[in-house]
C-alpha cells in the first residue's frame, strides 16, 4: 500500500514538471495569439450587450437656476414655531433652549416694523398638542396653522445638540406662505454659556431679510438672559413642563419658578415670560407688574403695549386697557389685533353696541378673520341672536379657525346666561372640558345651571365633581352633595359623598352623625364601622343613641376617679412645692458660682510668669496669684454643689407623679 502511495505520487511530479516546461518553451507564440482571439469575442459581445461607451462631455451641465422671490410688500403676520428637537431620540436635557429661544425671537421680531407676530396662544389654538415638547411637529404643520390663522408667513426654528452637551446648533427659516418657497435660512452654533449672543445672531439675519429697519427695531439692542447658565436651564426647564396652556398648569408652573424670578429681577428675559406665564394663569395683576418693568427698559416697543391690554382688560382696569390698545392701534400692522382688544374691552364692560360695532367695522376693512368671527360669534350669543351666532361660527370655521378648549368654555358661558339655552350651555362646557372633566370654572356653572332649573342630582354630581378637582375649596359642596342625595333618597350615592369628605381628613360633626346614621340602617354590617364613624363624638346625644341602638358599650373615665387621681396628699405636695424651690434656687445659684470661677480664670490667665512685688493686679503677684486659685477653686466646688441641689430637688418633684 506504501508503495502504491510512492507511485502515484512521483507520477504528478513527473507530470507537472512536463507542463511547465511547455508552457515555457511555448510562451512567445502563446503570448501572440491570445489578444486577437479573445479580444474579438469579448469586445463584440459587450457592445452588443450594453451599447459602445460614450466618454462624458468636456463641457458641464448648468444647474437650475435658483429662483428669485420677488420682495415683500405690505405688512408681515407672522407665525413663530416652537423651537423643535431635530432628533430622533428621547430628549432630557435641553428643552430649556427651545423654551428660551422661543421667547427669545418672540420678543425681539415683535418690535419689527410692519410686524405682527401671532401669539402662543393663538397659535396652539389651531396646532393642539403644540406645547408639549415631547412632541415633534414638522415645518408642513406650521405652514398648515400659518395658512389657518392667516399669516403671510412662518418662522420655523430646529435645534440639534452636539454630544459634548454645551453647544448645539439652531436653524432659523423664514418661508413665505403665499410664495410656498424660503426667503432665507440660517444655522447659527450657539455655545450655552453665550446663549444670548448665539440667538441675537440667527435674529439678525431674520431681520436683514424681513425689512432694514429691523436692524434697529427696539428689541433688538435689549438683553435678556444675563450669563448665568444655571438661571437659565432653571428658568427654561420650567417653562417646558408646562405642556398645556390651561389656567392651571400655568399657575404650578409660575409657583415653581417665582422664587428664581425674585432672585433674579433684573434679567429681562425672566420677567417677559413671567408676565405672559402669570397671564395664562389669570393673576393678571402680576402679569401686569412684570411686563411694566419690561416696558420700562423697552423703549418703544407696541406689540408689549397690545400684551398690556390684554393683561388689563383681564384685571377689569378699562380705562388702562383702553389706553395701552389705542398705542398699539395707532401702528398700521398692529391695527387689526388691537381693534379686536378694543372691542373685547368694550365686550367686557357689558357695552355690547359699541363691541359689535368696532367689530363690525374689521369686517367692512375686508382684514376679518377667524378670531374676528368668532368673537362675533359670542358677543351674539350675549345679545340673545343665536341663528347669527351660528353663521359666525360657521365662517370661523371656513376661515380655518379650530375652536379649543378654552374657546368652547367662553361659548358655553355665554350660552348658560341666556334662559332657555341651557341644555347646549352644558354640552359646550363638557366638550370644553375633554376627556380629563377637571375645569372647575366649568362645573360650577353647570351646577348653577342644575340648580337655576331644579335638577337636584345632576347639580349634587356636579359638586362631587369640583371637590375632586380642588378638595378645600369645594369641602362645603360636598356636604351639600351629601345632603342632597340624602334628601333624594339616594343612600349608596350619599354614603359615597360623606365617605369621601371624611376620607379626606375633613371633620364636620354634621357629616358624621349623617353618615352613622346611613351605616346604622345596613344593620350589624354597619353598626360595626359606626365606632370609627363617630371617634370623639360620644358625648353628642344623636350619637350616643345610634351606639345604643348598635348595642355598643360606651367608655367614659368617671369625674370622681380623674380628680382622685388629680389630688396629692400634703406630703407629695410639700415634696413637690420644696423640690421646685430648692431646683430652681439651684440651678440660679449654679450659673452665678460658675460666671464667676470663669470671671476670676480670666484674671488668673493674665499672669505672664513674672512676680511685680509692687504691682496692682493680683496675677502680677506671687500671693495673688495663690489667692485667686484658691478662690477659683471655692467657686467651682460652690457651683457643682449647688447643680446637685438643684438636681435633688427636680428628683423630689419627679417623686411626687409616683407616688
Not at 233 to 247: I, M, P, R, V, Y
Not at 575 to 600: D, K, P, Y
Amino acid at each position: 500500500m506504501i508503495k502504491t502511495r510512492g507511485f502515484i505520487v512521483r507520477s504528478a511530479l513527473i507530470f507537472a514538471l512536463a507542463i511547465g516546461f511547455g508552457a515555457f518553451v511555448y510562451a512567445d507564440e502563446l503570448e501572440e495569439s491570445a489578444p486577437s482571439a479573445g479580444a474579438t469575442v469579448v469586445d463584440d459581445d459587450i457592445d452588443r450587450l450594453f451599447g459602445t461607451f460614450q466618454p462624458e462631455p468636456t463641457t458641464p451641465v448648468e444647474a437650475a437656476p435658483v429662483r428669485e422671490l420677488p420682495p415683500f410688500e405690505g405688512e408681515y403676520k407672522l407665525l413663530i414655531s416652537r423651537p423643535i428637537y431635530a432628533l430622533f431620540e428621547p430628549e432630557t436635557r435641553t428643552q430649556w433652549i427651545a423654551a428660551l429661544g422661543e421667547l427669545h425671537t418672540y420678543y425681539k421680531i415683535s418690535s419689527f416694523p410692519r410686524t405682527h407676530v401671532f401669539t402662543m396662544e393663538q397659535v396652539n389654538s389651531v396646532l393642539p398638542n403644540s406645547r408639549d415638547f415631547t412632541r415633534r411637529f414638522g415645518r408642513q404643520h406650521y405652514i398648515e396653522a400659518a395658512r389657518k390663522l392667516g399669516a403671510t408667513h412662518l418662522l420655523f426654528q430646529e435645534y440639534q445638540p452636539n454630544r459634548d452637551g454645551r453647544r448645539t446648533n439652531y436653524s432659523m427659516e423664514l418661508f413665505w406662505i403665499a410664495e410656498n418657497a424660503t426667503v432665507v435660512r440660517g444655522t447659527v452654533e450657539l455655545h450655552h454659556n453665550d446663549f444670548e449672543n448665539g440667538m441675537n445672531s440667527g435674529v439678525q439675519g431674520i431681520a436683514a431679510a424681513m425689512d432694514p429697519g429691523a436692524m434697529t427695531a427696539p428689541g433688538m439692542s435689549v438683553g435678556l438672559w444675563g450669563r448665568d447658565q444655571r438661571v437659565q436651564e432653571g428658568f427654561g426647564n420650567a417653562l417646558a413642563q408646562e405642556e398645556q396652556f390651561t389656567s392651571e398648569a400655568a399657575a404650578t408652573v409660575y409657583a415653581s419658578v417665582e422664587r428664581l424670578i425674585n432672585r433674579n429681577s433684573g434679567l429681562l428675559g425672566l420677567q417677559y415670560g413671567a408676565a405672559l406665564l402669570a397671564g395664562r394663569a389669570e393673576n393678571f395683576n402680576r402679569a401686569i407688574s412684570h411686563l411694566e418693568i419690561v416696558l420700562s427698559r423697552s423703549g418703544n416697543h407696541p406689540a408689549l403695549q397690545l400684551r398690556m391690554a390684554e393683561f388689563m382688560r383681564g384685571a377689569e382696569r378699562f380705562p388702562d386697557a383702553m389706553r395701552a390698545a389705542g398705542i398699539a392701534a395707532a401702528v398700521p400692522a398692529l391695527n387689526i389685533p388691537a381693534n379686536i382688544e378694543v372691542a373685547m374691552i368694550h365686550q367686557a364692560q357689558g357695552d355690547l353696541e359699541r363691541a359689535f360695532s368696532t367689530y363690525n367695522t374689521i369686517l367692512e376693512s375686508g382684514n376679518a378673520d377667524g378670531r374676528v368671527f368668532f368673537q362675533l360669534a359670542v358677543l351674539s350669543i350675549q345679545r340673545n341672536r343665536i341663528a347669527d351666532s351660528e353663521g359666525y361660527l360657521s365662517r370661523a370655521e371656513q376661515s380655518g379657525f379650530v375652536l379649543d378648549d378654552e374657546q368652547l368654555f367662553e361659548i358655553g358661558s355665554a350660552y348658560a346666561a341666556i334662559p332657555g339655552q341651557e341644555t347646549r350651555a352644558i354640552e359646550m362646557l363638557m366638550r370644553s372640558m375633554g376627556a380629563r372633566q377637571a375645569n372647575e370654572a366649568a362645573w360650577r356653572i353647570i351646577a348653577g345651571i342644575h340648580e337655576r332649573t331644579g335638577n337636584e342630582q345632576a347639580r349634587a354630581d356636579a359638586y362631587v365633581n369640583m371637590f375632586r378637582i380642588s378638595m378645600h375649596g369645594n369641602s362645603g359642596r360636598l356636604k351639600t352633595a351629601g345632603g342632597i342625595y340624602e334628601r333624594l333618597g339616594m343612600s349608596d350615592k350619599a354614603k359615597d359623598a360623606y365617605s369621601l369628605f371624611l376620607d379626606r381628613r375633613f371633620s364636620d360633626t354634621e357629616v358624621s352623625i349623617s353618615y352613622a346614621r346611613l351605616l346604622f340602617n345596613e344593620g350589624e354590617r354597619g353598626c360595626r364601622r359606626i365606632p370609627d364613624v363617630l371617634r370623639g363624638l360620644d358625648t353628642i346625644p344623636e350619637a350616643e343613641e345610634l351606639f345604643n341602638l348598635c348595642g355598643i358599650e360606651i367608655r367614659r373615665i368617671r369625674e370622681d376617679q380623674t380628680l382622685a387621681a388629680m389630688k396629692l396628699s400634703p406630703l407629695m405636695l410639700t415634696l413637690r412645692i420644696t423640690g421646685g424651690v430648692v431646683a430652681a434656687g439651684g440651678l440660679a445659684g449654679g450659673l452665678f458660682m460658675n460666671s464667676r470661677a470663669e470671671s476670676l480664670n480670666e484674671e488668673y490667665r493674665d499672669w505672664d510668669g513674672e512676680v511685680m512685688l509692687d504691682g496692682t493686679n493680683r496675677a502680677q503677684t506671687l500671693d495673688g496669684v495663690r489667692e485667686l486659685r484658691d478662690d477659683i477653686n471655692a467657686a467651682v466646688f460652690w457651683r457643682n454643689a449647688l447643680y446637685a441641689m438643684s438636681v435633688a430637688g427636680l428628683t423630689g418633684v419627679a417623686l411626687t407623679f409616683f407616688f
